[in-house]
């Protein structure tokens, strides 16, 4: 398995990082003979970065990360996230320091690498600009100060004017960044009128300060496997981020690019979407989200393959366009 730089982490992360959140499940959902098969076999395959989040399962994924990573003897590199409790009072710093501290019990360990603002940014579901700089920056580099953790990021969604304010700051060392073929920012468009953000140049602004980026929702919450089916662990329904207004738009959307897999370029739909991720320098790690081991299977020998060849990008821009 490839291994990129984290931006000016200096973390060595495998190109395909274990994503452990809802969405796909297994670590949420899935037994636990199974999330120990599966991550003992993601690292097995050299996959080094793990992710994870208490909002995934009511912190279920952490409980069983910290059962698996303790039962394997293993400690890659983690990262894990605050979301700020939507009825407690306003008290930024104190929901940070409680959530990592919370966090670390259920993973059984004393730090962790990487620890990221879940919320979003500039909206008022969220952060407003000031806040993460007065508040919450200041409680989290005194965890990491205290050797909580070591680095500091941020999930990049809300408004792009106050991300790019808060990323210019200089304070968060990574940015997790929704990065798939559905985006038309991605292949070098945005359409008029197109909901949500160019994503593509705001990660390739941070990455040119030295932030690491983490691609997220490679698969459009699994519209670019082409399946309208969903297996029995992953979350049954999935709101899309950073692409169309629903799933069945995505996958009709997807499913687009079948003359690809058809034309021998790669062996699935869902093959195609995981190097698609990969392929941009810049992407430190781009996390997969499974239900199975076969799915786990399936995205470790796409990214043995490598990053798309630009004829195979250029194709995909028309057949999207």
Request: hydrophobic share 45%; aromatic share 4%.
């Amino acid at each position: 398995m490839e291994q990129r730089v984290l931006g000016r982490t200096g973390l060595r992360v495998s190109v395909l990082g274990y994503g452990a959140g809802a969405v796909g499940g297994l670590m949420v959902r899935g037994s636990a003979a199974d999330q120990e098969r599966s991550l003992a076999r993601a690292l097995e395959a050299g996959i080094t970065y793990v992710d994870t989040a208490p909002a995934y399962g009511n912190g279920a994924s952490e409980r069983n990360l910290g059962r698996v990573l303790k039962s394997l003897g293993a400690r890659p590199v983690l990262g894990t996230k605050i979301r700020l409790p939507e009825a407690a009072p306003r008290d930024i710093a104190g929901a940070i320091t409680a959530s990592l501290e919370a966090s670390l019990q259920r993973l059984g360990r004393d730090h962790v690498d990487l620890y990221q603002l879940h919320d979003p940014i500039g909206v008022a579901e969220g952060y407003a600009v000031e806040e993460v700089l007065a508040e919450a920056v200041p409680a989290l580099q005194r965890l990491r100060d205290g050797g909580k953790c070591s680095f500091l990021g941020i999930t990049a969604l809300g408004a792009t004017p106050a991300l790019r304010q808060v990323l210019e700051a200089g304070v968060f060392d990574t940015a997790q960044i929704p990065y798939n073929a559905l985006n038309p920012s991605w292949l070098g468009t945005l359409p008029p009128g197109l909901p949500g953000q160019d994503f593509a140049r705001l990660g390739e602004r941070a990455s040119g300060q030295g932030v690491g980026l983490i691609g997220i929702r490679i698969l459009a919450a699994g519209a670019l496997s082409g399946e309208a089916a969903r297996h029995p662990v992953a979350m049954p329904e999935v709101a899309p981020i950073a692409s169309a207004p629903d799933y069945a738009t995505d996958l009709a959307h997807a499913r687009r690019l079948l003359p690809l897999v058809e034309a021998g370029e790669a062996a699935s739909l869902a093959e195609l979407a995981i190097r698609f991720a990969i392929t941009p320098a810049a992407m430190g790690t781009a996390l997969i989200g499974t239900a199975s081991l076969d799915q786990l299977e399936a995205a470790i020998a796409a990214a043995e393959r490598g990053p798309l060849p630009p004829p195979v990008l250029e194709r995909m821009a028309a057949l999207l366009a």
